[in-house]
């Protein structure tokens, strides 16, 4: 494609107001199935990616990370924050934006907003894991810390595993409450619970999404029976965690970029060799998921960049020829390219 300098300069923009418009467009569970589905396909060309952990800049109150990587034929990068102490402030706990850009060029493609698109591809990403993880008869997902992410978690759980039942559990009533009215209607029975204890019972997927700086236990030893699949998406940062040792110890552990949890996951708890089986090798058939019925697997998602990748790939898309998207003046292409200081000076 031969395209003019002056349409390279315009890089599509999606708002907040136009990814809710896009999501209510293409329909939230099959947006969720869809995202799933680009998150496994890019999982399965894992060698082809750049890899890194990401670029942390910790404060004593919360991170900003700066999350890149490409296939040789994409770059993107996601801006993300987590700031546990936000929301008593009336403000989000997790705010982000990203960019995808053509490697040929450098030049972006599409610029995001990626709050919502990060709550999406989170609950896709915990879908996903849970696809090839949990046993085949899972259908009632607990689910623990139910804030900003806890209803795109149990949507995607719905739409790509097909379950039926939610238990909700935080330890602010008020936010359960809010999870039980944004769930209302949406096809799931939803049952509030008073401690995480009764949340887990008789649910054969937990989910914890809980926001905290510390060392959290938000589930301990002996609450877990066996055959259960886990996904502990809320420890994702140096010194901050959500399940005891004893649980992470005696599960199967999955993983999205080893060099990354180890850092990041609940497996910060463990020895720097204990053993992981990386997500991708499970989704390509190279290494093997759940082997028993009463095993415990552990889904430890701190979120990696591919899957925001993902994102950004599936909206860029999407957007053709729709009305989600404005085009932002954000690259200086002057038609001579060596006269840069002439357009400035022509723009008086
Ligand atoms: N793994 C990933 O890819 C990924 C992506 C996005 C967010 N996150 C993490 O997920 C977590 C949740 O994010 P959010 O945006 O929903 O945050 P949020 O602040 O909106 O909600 C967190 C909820 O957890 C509850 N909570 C805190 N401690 C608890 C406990 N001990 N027991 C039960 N509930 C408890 C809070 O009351 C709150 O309702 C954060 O830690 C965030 O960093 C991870």
Redesign the pocket.
């Known amino acids: 494609m031969n395209l003019k300098a002056s349409e390279l300069a315009m890089v599509p923009f999606v708002s907040v107001d136009n990814m809710m418009r896009l999501v209510h467009h293409i329909g939230l569970e099959t947006f969720m199935a869809d995202l799933a589905h680009e998150i496994e396909v890019d999982f399965a060309r894992w060698d082809l990616f750049d890899k890194t952990p990401r670029l942390g800049s910790h404060s004593d109150v919360g991170v900003i990370e700066l999350m890149p990587t490409s296939d040789g034929t994409h770059y993107g990068f996601k801006y993300v924050n ?1 700031h ?1 102490k ?2 008593k402030e009336g403000l ?3 705010t982000a934006f990203g960019v995808l850009s053509d490697v040929d060029t450098g030049y972006p493609v599409l610029f995001s907003e990626m709050t919502v698109l ?2 999406l591809r ?1 609950a896709a ?1 915990s879908a996903v894991a849970t696809k090839h993880l949990a046993g085949a008869d899972a259908k009632t997902m607990a689910m ?7 209803e795109f978690q149990c949507i995607a759980q719905k739409a790509v595993n097909g379950i039926d039942t939610v238990r909700l ?4 009533s008020a ?1 359960t409450d809010k999870c039980m009215a944004n769930l209302a209607g949406l096809g799931l029975t939803v049952i509030p619970c008073a401690s ?1 204890e009764e949340a887990i019972e008789g649910a054969q997927i937990i989910t914890t ?4 700086k510390d060392m ?1 236990t ?1 589930l301990t030893d002996n609450m877990v029976g066996s055959g259960v699949h886990i996904n502990a ?5 140096p010194g ?1 965690t959500e399940l005891h040792r004893d649980i992470v110890a005696r599960s199967s552990i999955f993983v999205e970029y080893p060099p990354q949890t180890r850092i990041e996951g609940e497996i910060q708890q463990m020895d720097p060799d204990h053993p992981v089986t990386e997500l991708w090798e499970v989704i390509t058939g190279k290494a093997k998921g759940r082997k028993s019925a009463s095993e415990i697997t552990l889904f430890d ?3 990696f960049a591919i ?1 925001d990748f993902s994102a950004l790939r599936y909206v860029h898309s999407k957007i053709k020829n729709t009305p989600f998207y404005i085009d932002f003046d954000l690259i200086a292409d002057p038609d001579d390219p060596r006269d840069l200081f002439g357009m400035v000076k022509r723009a008086r």
């Open positions: 987590g546990p936000n929301m989000q706990t997790v990060t709550a989170t990403m623990i810390g139910n804030g900003a992410q806890s559990y935080d330890i602010d936010a995480p999404a809980t926001a905290d959290q938000i998406i809320g420890g994702d940062c901050k998602g701190v979120g899957e």
